[in-house]
């Protein structure tokens, strides 16, 4: 009888704590559309000089990839 009035007050503590682990602050992350760089001729090197290009072309970012090296320029969908 003793340990069943002990066990009372934990279950709301139990549940509080499952349920506290269940919220929280959700973060998403936005799709990234890609192209190929208009402006970038040649094999990409430097992703620094591919952003800078792709920048001039109204994306805020691009990058070397691929097995081509090609200039991928980056923007959220």
């Given at each position: 009888?003793?340990?069943?009035?002990?066990?009372?007050?934990?279950?709301?503590?139990?549940?509080?704590?499952?349920?506290?682990t269940?919220?929280?602050?959700?973060?998403?992350?936005?799709?990234?559309?890609e192209?190929?760089?208009?402006?970038?001729?040649?094999?990409?090197l430097?992703?620094?000089?591919?952003?800078?290009?792709?920048?001039?072309?109204?994306?805020?970012?691009?990058?070397?990839?691929?097995?081509?090296?090609?200039?991928?320029?980056?923007?959220?969908?």
């Open positions: 009888m003793k340990l069943s009035l002990r066990l009372i007050p934990a279950i709301p503590l139990l549940y509080m704590l499952l349920v506290a269940g919220m929280g602050p959700v973060t998403v992350e936005a799709r990234m559309c192209t190929s760089s208009q402006l970038f001729n040649g094999l990409c430097s992703t620094t000089n591919c952003a800078n290009i792709c920048q001039n072309e109204g994306f805020p970012n691009g990058d070397c990839q691929g097995f081509r090296r090609r200039c991928i320029c980056n923007r959220p969908c």
